[in-house]
């Protein structure tokens, strides 16, 4: 089978798979489906996280950075591996493609890439469901899989892989999992509970609100009746009591019967705080600030503090992740040459929301170099600029002269007298 052929026949339209099972127990064994419909299709807060995440990841500038023996850096903003980043297959753009990664990262704590053909330079780059893969093992113990085999029937197809230096035609990038090495943790796991708790509680304020915000109860009779009566008496309840249309209306028992509440109001089971403790947790695990996925924890004072953190702590460190693999993934097929190396990057002085840091870090430097504790090159180098080739830029600035000790009882050249003009 040509490969153009296995593409137009096995791979799945991006962004066609969905799934999950409601249940009060967290502790049941939840697959990578489960985990798509309950959490990523119906919480909110962890489609928010996901959503605040994929899209700062996929707003960076990407750049390939060329390294030569002696460790010096040239930014390249023109390679066939860019090229191919920004339009990965037919049918997505790099922002489409890093997206659906990024969730899938997210959702199932892996994601497997295709590329394609099988030799030579990529044309194309899918995203792969995880949820219909694989992963096949070597029966001595190998730390490395032997194959990945996706889908199912007449389209199933093995990928192998080689087990001395792991190369295949699928990448996968994976979160680390303590329980099985082959496969990622999905972060909705520790977060099962929290997630849960939220679902379950708007579940249950939408069922008060659809019968009039009253929690359910039992009717008592004095004394015994007939099930004839008990079975009137249910039918009364649906039709007078329950649903949108009937919220408000007024139930009248009548023969000793009495109605009592059996469930807990929301104030009593503190919905709210119920609610909102869920909350943070499912951010937390996601690595979200809460100002950025509810607006009762954002103020116009916190929300650059919010995007900093979640650059710093969560997109800096999984874009290098991607990157590094990707890197590996891509570059050995285009040869750059035994002398240099080249690796894929990002901008991060692209990113607005970093400029605070930026900012810091530069006053840092400043105060350094007139302190003397540091060269202004060290400093550049701190920053991420070249080294200037200048005089005393490689020595320390003595503090108050800004001169190198070199020079520091050097005085300065008398004035050029400028010689007067004659009148005219």
């Given at each position: 089978m040509k490969w153009w052929t296995f593409r137009k026949k096995a791979l799945p339209a991006p962004g066609s798979t969905a799934f999950f099972v409601t249940g009060l127990t967290s502790a049941v064994t939840r697959t990578i489906k489960q985990y798509a419909g309950e959490g990523y299709e119906q919480n909110p807060i962890?489609?928010?996280?996901?959503?605040?995440?994929a899209e700062a990841c996929s707003s960076v500038k990407l750049e390939v950075h060329k390294l030569d023996s002696q460790g010096n850096k040239t930014v390249l903003n023109k390679h066939k591996v860019l090229d191919l980043l920004k339009r990965p297959n037919p049918t997505q753009t790099w922002v489409d493609f890093i997206i659906e990664l990024i969730a899938w990262h997210r959702v199932a704590?892996?994601?497997?890439?295709?590329?394609?053909?099988?030799?030579?330079?990529?044309?194309?780059?899918?995203?792969?469901?995880?949820?219909?893969?694989?992963?096949?093992?070597?029966?001595?113990?190998?730390a490395v899989p032997t194959a990945y085999v996706y889908g199912t029937g007449p389209n199933k197809r093995t990928f192998p892989v080689n087990i001395v230096t792991g190369e295949s035609q699928v990448l996968h990038i994976k979160t680390f999992n303590p329980s099985d090495p082959f496969r990622g943790l999905p972060p909705m796991k520790p977060a099962a509970r929290a997630i849960d708790t939220h679902n379950h509680g708007a579940q249950w304020n939408s069922n008060l609100l659809l019968n009039g915000a009253r929690p359910s109860g039992i009717v008592e009779f004095a004394s015994t009746v007939a099930d004839s009566v008990l079975s009137q008496m249910r039918e009364f309840f649906k039709k007078a009591w329950q649903g949108v249309v009937n919220a408000g209306n007024i139930p009248i028992l009548t023969g000793g019967a009495k109605f009592t509440p059996l469930s807990h109001t929301p104030k009593d089971m503190d919905f709210e705080k119920?609610?909102?403790?869920?909350?943070?947790?499912?951010?937390?695990?996601?690595?979200?600030?809460?100002?950025?996925?509810?607006?009762?924890?954002?103020?116009?004072?916190?929300?650059?503090?919010?995007?900093?953190?979640l650059w710093i702590d969560t997109v800096m460190p999984l874009l290098g992740s991607i990157l590094g693999a990707l890197t590996n993934f891509l570059m050995p097929l285009y040869g750059s040459g035994s002398s240099s190396v080249e690796i894929l990057a990002y901008n991060a002085d692209s990113v607005s929301a970093l400029e605070p840091r930026r900012t810091r870090l530069f006053t840092r430097m400043q105060a350094a170099v007139a302190g003397s504790l540091i060269t202004p090159n060290e400093a550049r180098a701190e920053m991420g600029f070249e080294d200037i080739k200048t005089d005393g830029a490689n020595s320390l600035l003595v503090a108050g002269t800004m001169k190198t000790l070199d020079h520091i009882n050097d005085k300065p050249p008398a004035p050029v007298a400028t010689p007067a003009k004659e009148p005219a």
């Open positions: 962890v489609y928010a996280c996901i959503s605040r995440i704590g892996e994601v497997f890439i295709l590329r394609l053909p099988e030799k030579g330079p990529a044309a194309e780059l899918y995203c792969l469901d995880p949820s219909m893969i694989q992963v096949e093992r070597d029966a001595n113990g190998s119920s609610m909102g403790e869920a909350a943070k947790n499912v951010a937390l695990v996601f690595g979200v600030p809460l100002p950025l996925v509810t607006m009762e924890a954002s103020t116009f004072s916190n929300m650059d503090a919010a995007y900093e953190r």
